[in-house]
């Protein structure tokens, strides 16, 4: 389980699985979410959602996993652009850490 901090004085967090890391890479959540200028702002928070709210409209978005992490990050109370700033740089550390499996051909 890991904590990240959602606002800038430290007194709001979120916690974050395993679960939920692996789910934002099966879903490839964060791919082309940030534009060009590489800063993370409520939009990119709003476009995230978006695209959730979209994925759960499909056959493959109806995934428990997903849905979890709807309900205990995405959508947080305290989840701002601070926080999703946080979780990315967290996801980065975690995916580097973590490399996905190679599927064998």
Known sequence: ????????SGT?????????????RRFSLFQLLIDSSGIVTEQS???L???I?????????????????????????????LGLKNLIALYEQWNAANPEPETAQ
Do not use: F
Request: negative net charge.
């Open 45 to 47: 928070l709003d476009k």
């Open 53 to 81: 709210r979209s994925l759960l409209t499909t056959p493959q978005g109806s995934d428990k996993q997903l849905l979890d992490l709807c309900i205990d990050v995405i959508y947080h109370r305290d989840m701002k652009a």
């Open 1 to 8: 389980m890991y904590n990240i901090q959602a606002n800038e």
């Open 12 to 24: 709001r967090s979120i916690n974050v699985s395993d679960e939920n890391l692996e789910t934002i």
């Open 49 to 51: 959602k978006l695209n």
